[in-house]
């Protein structure tokens, strides 16, 4: 009988094409994956330890299936991700019930720990994150007409509140060839929307090629038959060049779409977060993508709290996500990681303050979303269906506007029934905030 693996996966999309790596060798040797921790006889967690909230959940998680592992449920547990690579032989002592700690590197060998595991060892290893794999196999564990490509793994930006680099290593691309013959696989496998991701995605092709290439690859991956929408998440500011402009704005197949993190717009935070930018010089740049591709979504991450933010500096971005109006953000209260720069920053602010003004932040982007939402009544749109809701007796889906997972859905009626993963025109009849609600057109 086939060993049993169930596979937990926290944190990111990144995070998440890293676990769909690790579930492909299993498969291909011999395991058999299951999709609950509590059928299986070995569990695999790939933690996320980027934030405190990350790294809290990351060991509830490891502690639950050490509950079931007491009570003979599971065998084994192996953990692995981002919170092991940064705390390494510390993780190991953290988690006596777990028969394997490993770092990021140890991934590609994942077949060989379990096989170590089941053999009575305790395996603890951490090889170098630099040699962890940029490509290869994976089994799609999103909904099948939909997943990622990360496109470059690590980052070199050093902003100094972010533990990536620490963890990830410093930024290296797919070679351009071999983004799109996975592409060209996952579209041959039935994905007709694909979502470009990478720490940095518009840093891609830099340290292989001198320059961002990133245009090039997005007019290849349109070339790819079968695909239908590509959207490219996690552009940074300094790194939008016409050139990437006008090439999502003439390629049918990439939705008018674009993630851009600022953080902030106060010009002296943000050169303490050794990012780019001031108010004046990021109102222009939104001023002119939205002239250079019209009707474009535009969606940000900010991060309220940041050691020395005044009140001052906080009223300041809330005046200019008012003025910016962003279709879709995200606001963050600041967490206070060690081994970054910023740990070590004077003024510190309290957490509760810290959340505070995030709450404030999303509260105001709540108002500005349901207007925005309102501007669509009556439009017709294109949606994909993602599924249908029993209790609300609807289908639901998304539209381009919206990215998977991070933004919001069309619930919507049909008089014929619906397959996931179709297209389907919609009439938008009414609006719930960040939701659509609308009809299929017949």
Not at 401 to 421: N, Q
Request: contains cysteine; aromatic residues 8%; glycine residues 8%.
């Amino acid at each position: 009988m086939p060993i049993k693996v169930g596979m937990v996966s926290l944190g990111c999309s990144k995070n998440l094409i890293d676990s769909e790596r690790m579930l492909y060798k299993l498969r291909s040797h011999g395991y058999k994956l299951v999709t609950e921790p509590g059928l299986a006889d070995i569990a695999v967690v790939n933690t996320c330890g980027f934030i405190k909230s990350a790294k809290e959940e990351a060991i509830e998680t490891i502690l639950e299936l050490g509950k079931l592992k007491e009570e003979g449920t599971l065998k084994k547990i192996v953990v692995t991700g981002c919170l092991t690579e940064r705390y390494k032989e510390e993780a190991a002592e953290l988690f006596p019930e777990a028969d394997a700690v490993i770092g990021l590197g140890n991934n590609k060998d994942i077949v060989d720990v379990l096989d170590r595991v089941l053999a009575g060892e305790r395996y603890v290893s951490f090889a170098p994150k630099l040699s962890a794999e940029l490509t290869g196999g994976r089994i799609i564990s999103t909904l099948p007409f939909f997943t990622y490509l990360k496109v470059a793994e690590g980052c070199s930006n050093c902003c100094t509140y972010c533990a990536i680099p620490l963890i990830r290593g410093k930024f290296r691309s797919v070679d351009i060839e071999a983004a799109v013959k996975e592409a060209e696989f996952l579209a041959e496998n039935g994905v007709t929307e694909l979502v470009v991701i990478a720490q940095d995605t518009s840093r891609y092709g830099e340290d292989l090629y001198g320059e961002s290439k990133l245009p090039e690859l997005l007019r290849r991956l349109c070339r790819i038959d079968g695909l239908k929408w590509i959207r490219t998440l996690y552009c940074y500011p300094e790194r939008i060049t016409d050139e990437l402009l006008d090439t999502i704005a003439s390629e049918e197949k990439l939705v008018k779409y674009l993630e851009i993190p600022i953080q902030h717009c106060d010009a002296d935070i943000l050169k303490r977060m050794n990012r780019w930018g001031s108010a004046e010089e990021l109102e222009a740049l939104f001023t002119h993508i939205r002239e250079k591709i019209p009707g474009v979504i535009l969606r940000t991450t900010l991060i309220t709290g940041f050691p020395g933010e005044t009140e001052e500096q906080f009223n300041s971005l809330a005046e200019f996500v008012q003025k910016v109006r962003f279709d879709r953000l995200g606001c963050f209260a600041y967490s206070r990681e060690e081994g970054t720069p910023a740990y070590d920053f004077p003024d510190q602010i309290d957490e509760e303050t810290a959340m505070h003004r995030a709450d404030i932040i999303m509260e105001q982007q709540m108002l500005i979303s349901a207007e925005n939402n309102e501007k669509l009544l009556g439009r017709e749109l294109e949606a994909v269906v993602e599924g249908f809701d029993k209790f609300g007796e609807c289908w639901f889906g998304r539209t381009p506007l919206d990215a998977p997972d991070i933004d919001g859905k069309v619930f919507f009626t049909s008089v014929e029934p619906l397959e996931i993963g179709k297209y389907v025109r919609i009439r938008i009849t009414d609006t719930l905030d960040y939701d659509l609600i609308g009809e299929v057109i017949e």
